[in-house]
């Protein structure tokens, strides 16, 4: 085609530089978008017609197609937005649309797309809803069990209903008791006078004797625990030595035995109720139990169970208390209960007072009463083929015959406060850009030239 076939093939070159730069343009464009994913461009040639071998044939045309790029990951930076994430390897989150309002509530699209841009926030109905208007997908999990509920996802939205409060049923009680309690009416040399004070002859402690009954025993240990409504009562504990074994008849004998007492909070007639009565053989260990008389109390293993326990106004029923071997009555430097610790299984209700997202994906809520909750798994989807999605607006993907189905199982880890940057850099972008312009006027040369060749061609029958 000679002249003709210069014209077409440098035309085909406009075309495709042209390809090129509105690629560049728009990934310059993009620089600062929030999980964007740059477009660059492939170019190729198509062979012109003619002979069998390539002696007898001529450069052809070429065309531009668009290379995805989504398998690149861009920078991650940190964030001080606790719904911000990013995802560090592969996958995407899944997201919807929003479809329509109805009676004041959002109904969804029944559409997925894909995305990396992880941008976010909470909106007023609770749902996370990043700055492209897309919905974040998840599973919902039980509270209990922190499994997933089903195995479908749907729209994610915190709920902010209050946590209920949860009766406590058992505390486990440690303590080291002293040989010899420093108590204030010991005299620092005959252990009987660390004993609990004879003058006092009932189980319970009337509030006419907490006096003396304070400088008999010592303090060992107090806890907040919570009735079925949540109400917290403080179990203060103290301990009274009521027994010395006979040194005749060690070490066979019971060496020591104490008595456990809880403050009633002013409840009654009586300061301090009497839970129950521990012993220790020589070498200190716990070896019985006898049951107190707060409430209708029994032992159970190594604790008490506690029917019914009222401290102040308030209640609680059913309560274990458990020592297990932690009870015991060791030589120490210190003639007070040392290795105290109490722990409990209840709490009162509970105020949502922030949201957390840790690295296996799952959102979890945080109360004002010390509890947390994980509420959400975010899955990240992943495909045979992902370079096949089809672009929508706002950084986001749609799946393609092509690309094959989502399949929830990609092995990106989920990284909270963070984002994940556009993939387009600048100053490629600006390379590539001098390279296209200077094709770009190349491809308009050879135009010129073929011109001139062809108006040569044309004189030369005037």
């Known amino acids: 085609m000679g002249i003709y076939g210069a014209i077409n093939s440098a035309t085909s070159g406009l075309s495709a530089q042209a390809t090129a730069l509105e690629n560049i343009s728009g990934n310059v464009a993009n620089s600062q978008t929030t999980g964007y994913k740059r477009l660059d461009t492939t170019f190729a040639d198509l062979v012109s017609g003619g002979g069998a071998t390539q002696a007898s044939q001529v450069a052809g045309t070429t065309f531009a197609t668009s290379r995805a790029t989504n398998t690149i990951q861009g920078d991650i930076s940190d964030s001080a937005v606790d719904t911000y994430m990013a995802i560090n390897g592969d996958g995407y989150f899944v997201v919807t649309s929003a479809a329509d309002v109805v009676d004041g509530q959002t109904t969804f699209a029944d559409d997925s797309y894909y995305t990396r841009a992880g941008d976010f926030e909470i909106d007023e109905d609770g749902y996370m809803v990043n700055r492209s208007g897309y919905y974040l997908m998840g599973y919902q999990l039980d509270p209990a069990t922190g499994n997933p509920i089903g195995d479908a996802t749907g729209v994610i939205q915190i709920d902010d209903q209050p946590i209920p409060a949860k009766k406590t049923t058992s505390i486990d009680y440690q303590a080291n008791l002293p040989p010899v309690p420093a108590t204030t009416r010991y005299d620092g040399a005959d252990p009987a006078s660390a004993l609990?004070?004879?003058?006092?002859?009932?189980?319970?402690i009337p509030n006419t004797q907490t006096d003396i009954f304070r400088e008999s025993s010592i303090s060992a240990g107090s806890k907040t625990v919570y009735n079925e409504n949540g109400t917290g009562l403080n179990v203060d504990v103290r301990w009274a030595k009521t027994a010395n074994?006979?040194?005749?008849?060690?070490?066979?004998?019971i060496e020591d035995t104490w008595s456990m007492y809880v403050s009633s909070g002013g409840a009654g007639t009586d300061d301090w109720l009497q839970v129950g009565s521990a012993t220790f053989d020589g070498a200190g260990d716990l070896s019985g139990l006898t049951a107190g008389s707060v409430g209708t109390v029994s032992v159970s293993g190594d604790g008490f169970d506690v029917a019914s326990l009222t401290v102040g106004n308030t209640t609680l029923t059913g309560l274990n208390l458990d020592f297990g071997t932690d009870l015991t009555q060791f030589s120490a430097n210190s003639s007070i209960a040392s290795s105290v610790a109490l722990s409990q299984d209840g709490y009162a209700a509970g105020e949502i007072v922030g949201i957390s997202i840790d690295e296996s994906g799952r959102i979890n809520a945080s109360y004002s009463n010390s509890q947390s909750r994980a509420l959400y798994e975010i899955p990240l989807a992943e495909f045979d083929a992902e370079q096949e999605l089809r672009r929508v607006n706002g950084s986001a993907f749609a799946a393609t015959p092509t690309s094959g189905?989502?399949?929830?199982?990609?092995?990106g880890a989920v990284l909270a406060n963070s984002l994940e940057l556009s993939n387009a850099d600048i100053a490629d972008e600006f390379s590539k850009l001098i390279i296209t312009q200077q094709a770009?006027?190349?491809?308009?040369?050879?135009?010129?030239s073929a011109d001139e060749m062809l108006d040569s061609a044309l004189n030369m029958v005037r």
Not at 405 to 411: K, M, R, V
């Open 245 to 253: 074994a006979d040194p005749a008849a060690l070490p066979t004998a």
């Open 440 to 448: 770009y006027s190349a491809n308009s040369k050879i135009i010129t």
């Open 196 to 204: 609990l004070d004879p003058a006092i002859v009932t189980a319970d």
């Open 405 to 411: 189905e989502a399949t929830l199982t990609a092995s």
